[in-house]
C-alpha cells in the first residue's frame, strides 16, 4: 500500500511541477535529493552499525539480564506469562533497550525477533496474542531516552544544539507510551470479556 502512496506523491509532484512550466526545478531537486539521500543514509549507517554492536555486546556480556531485572517490575506487569528469563524476554529487553537510545532502525531485528519468540512461547499459531499486540503497541510508541536518529538528522542539517530537543522528547515518549499501552489492556480486557474469556 506504501510503495503506492509514494509512487503516488512523486507522480503529482511532477506532474505539477511540469503543469507550473518549472520542469528545471523538478529534475534539480530530483538529482540533489539522490545525493542527498545516498549521503545521509551513509551517516546513519555508521551510528547504526556501532549502536547494534553495543547491543550485541551487551547481550553477550551480561549485561542485558541486569537491565532485565532492573525492568522485571514493569515487564511483568506489561507480558503476563512470559517467562523472565525467556528468549522472547530477552529479546523484548533487547528492542526497548535500542529504542530508548533512540534507534529505531537497530531495534527493529529484536523486535522480529521478539515477535517469533512469543509465538514459539506462546503457542499461538497465526492468532495475535494480548503480549504479542502489548509489545507492538509499545514498540511503535518507541520511549526514547537519547534520540540517537533524530539527533544525527539534526546535525547533519547543520543544528549547533540537536540535543536541545531532549525534555520535549521525553515528554512525549512517556505520554505516549502510557496511552497507547493502557489502550491496549483495556481494548483486550473487553474483548476477552465479550468473548466470555476471564480477564487477567
Not at 549507517?45 to 532485565?68: D, Y
Not at 510508541?141 to 525534555?167: F, K, W, Y
Not at 522528547?169 to 512517556?174: D, L
Request: proline share 3%; charged share 15%.
Amino acid at each position: 500500500m506504501m510503495k503506492w502512496i509514494f509512487s503516488g506523491l512523486i507522480l503529482l509532484s511532477v506532474v505539477i511541477g511540469f503543469a507550473r512550466g518549472d520542469a528545471s526545478s523538478v529534475s534539480n531537486a530530483a538529482v540533489s535529493a539522490c545525493s542527498e539521500a545516498v549521503a545521509l543514509c551513509i551517516t546513519l549507517c555508521g551510528m547504526i552499525c556501532l549502536w547494534s554492536g553495543i547491543m550485541r555486546v551487551a547481550q553477550s556480556s551480561g549485561l542485558t539480564e541486569i537491565v532485565a531485572k532492573a525492568l522485571s517490575p514493569v515487564l511483568r506487569l506489561l507480558f503476563k506469562g512470559i517467562s523472565p528469563k525467556g528468549e522472547a524476554m530477552q529479546y523484548i529487553i533487547l528492542n526497548i533497550t535500542a529504542n530508548l537510545l533512540g534507534l529505531g532502525n537497530a531495534s527493529t531485528p529484536f523486535g522480529i525477533a521478539a515477535m517469533k519468540a512469543l509465538e514459539k512461547e506462546e503457542k499461538s499459531g497465526e492468532k495475535a496474542t494480548d503480549n504479542m499486540i502489548v509489545f507492538v503497541v509499545l514498540n511503535t510508541a518507541s520511549l526514547q531516552l537519547i534520540p540517537t536518529t533524530v539527533a544525527a538528522l539534526r546535525l547533519q542539517h547543520g543544528s549547533a544544539a540537536p540535543m536541545e530537543i531532549l525534555p520535549a522528547v521525553w515528554a512525549v515518549s512517556v505520554i505516549n507510551a502510557v496511552l497507547t499501552v493502557s489502550a491496549a489492556k483495556v481494548m483486550g480486557a473487553l474483548s476477552r470479556r465479550r468473548s466470555g474469556g476471564v480477564t487477567a
